[in-house]
T-cell receptor, first 114, second 115 residues
């Protein structure tokens, strides 16, 4: 099976712009979670989607939003970018949501905000 | 919300020695504890996990222990090798009946294995 894929892999934006990141989960996986990784804050949970519904949300401002499509692909959007949004954004997928199971990470999208 | 503390933040060991990384969590609802290894420039990869109804789990040179009463869990790597050098993250997950899954990571431990 192909692994989790994310596009684009690298992105440069300027303050005030918005950005959309995409994540394609492993085939058959219906749960997609998003994380922000920075040197200072480490790995922080953004949100989780399952069957096109957001089930959990971390402590991020409303500028961070997401959605999931019927084919389980997910997008994450950040509006009005700030310098502090520069980070590696990782998505992870897993099969369902009814058990304590492994999630598999994508390679990440590295976002630089200038 | 859940809070996960991880220690130490950096750890250097001689090749062949053991390495121990410790984590504590705050929310007793956490019931799943995965450990991830992240090499420089790569994605986190699961190396071992433990569920709340188990006290210890072993996989070759890696073992994890869980003390639910004290709310702490530890990763033990024996006979360390240079390829074990990486950043290790512990995590606590609350998996609820409706399938809700919220994962909180520790800040990470940079392990360096000196040949």
């Amino acid at each position: 099976k192909a692994g989790v894929t994310q596009t684009p892999r690298y992105l440069i934006k300027t303050r005030g712009q918005q950005v959309t990141l995409s994540c394609s989960p492993i085939s058959g996986h219906r749960s997609v979670s998003w994380y922000q990784q920075t040197p200072g804050q480490g790995l922080q949970f953004l949100f989780e989607y399952f069957s096109e519904t957001q089930r959990n949300k971390g402590n991020f401002p409303g500028r961070f939003s997401g959605r999931q499509f019927s084919n389980s692909r997910s997008e994450m959007n950040v509006s009005t970018l700030e310098l502090g949004d520069s980070a590696l954004y990782l998505c992870a997928s897993r099969t369902s949501g009814r058990s304590q199971e492994t999630q598999y990470f994508g390679p990440g999208t590295r976002l630089l905000v200038l | 919300g859940e809070n996960v503390e991880q220690h130490p933040s950096t750890l250097s060991v001689q090749e062949g020695d053991s390495a121990v990384i410790k984590c504590t969590y705050s929310d007793s609802a956490s019931n799943y504890f995965p450990w991830y290894k992240q090499e420089l420039g790569k994605r986190p990869q699961l190396i071992i996990d433990i569920r709340s109804n188990v006290g210890e789990k072993k996989d070759q040179r890696i073992a994890v222990t869980l003390n639910k009463t004290a709310k702490h869990f530890s990763l033990h790597i024996t006979e360390t090798q240079p390829e074990d050098s990486a950043v290790y993250f512990c995590a606590a997950v609350i998996v609820e009946g409706a399938g809700s899954y919220q994962l909180t990571f520790g800040k990470g431990t940079k392990l360096s294995v000196i040949p």
